[in-house]
C-alpha cells in the first residue's frame, strides 16, 4: 500500500466483484476506503480485513442506496469517522437481463430504485457534502451504446446515470470537482459468468478486438486515474473500458 493521502472514498456496491476491485485499488492509492454493501456483510468484512493486513485503512458501512435516508446516515458516518468525503464511487447495480416485452413491473421498479434513484441518492448527498477538490465517478455500462437485446431496461438506467454525470459536472462549477462516469464491457466477475454456457462466454472473449473479458482491475485501474492527481484536467466525460468493442 502506498503512503495514506488523507483522503476518503466512498464506493458502493464494494463487498465483491468490480466494486471490490476499485476498493482494494484506491486504498493501494492511500485513500481511507468506504465499503458500502447492502447485504454482503461477510464480503465487506473480508475485503476490509485484507485492505488492513496489506497496510490500507477500511470500514464497511451497511446501506441500500435505493433508501435516501440510509445514503445520508452513511455520509454522517464517514463525517464523523474521518471529518468528509472526497471521492464517491458508484458502482452499486444490478442486472437482470429480459426482453422489453417480457419485463414485469418488479424487474423494472429494481433497476430504477438501485441503478438511477441509487445512484441520484448518492450524488444529492455528494453534491452537498463533498469537500472542494473532490471527484465522482459513476458506472455506467457499455451497454448504453451496444444495446443488445434484452438489456433495454439496463440500458436505459445506464443512460441516464450518463445524463446525469453530464449535468453535475456542470452544476459543481466553482468547487473544483470532477464528474465522470466509466462504461465498462463484459467483465471477468462472478456474477457475470454465471449461469453463462462456454459458448456464450467465447463470443463475448472475441467481441472485443483484444479478445478477451475485461478484468475488474481494469476498470479498478480506469477509476484510480480519475479518482487520483492524473484525473484532474478529465470532467463531464464516460471512459469506455471495454477493450475496443465500441
Known amino acids: 500500500m502506498s503512503k495514506a493521502n488523507g483522503k476518503v472514498a466512498i464506493v458502493t456496491g464494494s463487498?465483491?466483484?468490480i466494486g471490490a476491485a476499485i476498493a482494494?485499488?484506491?486504498?493501494?492509492d492511500g485513500f481511507t476506503v468506504v465499503i458500502n454493501y447492502a447485504g454482503g456483510e461477510a464480503e465487506a468484512e473480508a475485503l476490509a480485513g485484507k485492505i488492513e493486513q496489506a497496510g490500507g485503512r477500511a470500514v464497511t458501512a451497511q446501506a441500500d442506496v435505493s433508501d435516501a435516508a440510509a445514503v445520508s446516515r452513511m455520509f454522517d458516518m464517514a463525517d464523523a469517522a474521518f471529518g468528509g468525503v472526497d471521492v464517491l464511487v458508484n458502482n452499486a447495480g444490478i442486472m437482470r437481463l429480459q426482453s422489453l416485452a417480457d419485463s414485469d413491473d418488479a424487474l423494472f421498479d429494481s433497476h430504477m430504485a438501485i441503478n438511477l434513484k441509487g445512484t441520484f441518492n448518492t450524488l444529492r448527498e455528494a453534491s452537498r457534502r463533498l469537500r472542494n477538490g473532490g471527484r465522482i465517478i459513476n458506472l455506467s455500462s457499455s451497454q448504453a451504446y451496444l444495446l443488445h437485446p434484452t438489456y433495454g431496461v439496463y440500458a436505459a438506467t445506464k443512460a441516464a446515470v450518463e445524463a446525469m454525470t453530464h449535468v453535475l459536472s456542470k452544476e459543481l462549477r466553482g468547487r473544483n470537482i470532477t464528474v465522470n462516469a466509466v462504461a465498462p464491457g463484459p467483465t471477468a466477475t462472478k456474477l457475470f459468468l454465471e449461469g453463462k454456457p462456454?459458448?456464450?462466454?467465447?463470443?463475448?472473449?472475441?467481441?472485443?478486438?483484444?479478445?478477451r473479458l475485461g478484468e475488474p482491475s481494469d476498470i479498478a485501474a480506469s477509476v484510480s486515474f480519475l479518482a487520483g492527481p492524473d484525473g484532474s484536467w478529465i470532467?463531464?466525460?464516460?471512459?469506455?473500458?471495454?477493450?475496443?468493442?465500441i
Do not use: T
Open 15 to 17: 463487498s465483491r466483484g
Open 24 to 28: 482494494e485499488r484506491l486504498a493501494a
Open 198 to 211: 462456454k459458448e456464450v462466454i467465447d463470443r463475448l472473449v472475441k467481441l472485443a478486438p483484444l479478445e
Open 235 to 245: 470532467n463531464g466525460q464516460v471512459l469506455r473500458a471495454n477493450g475496443g468493442i
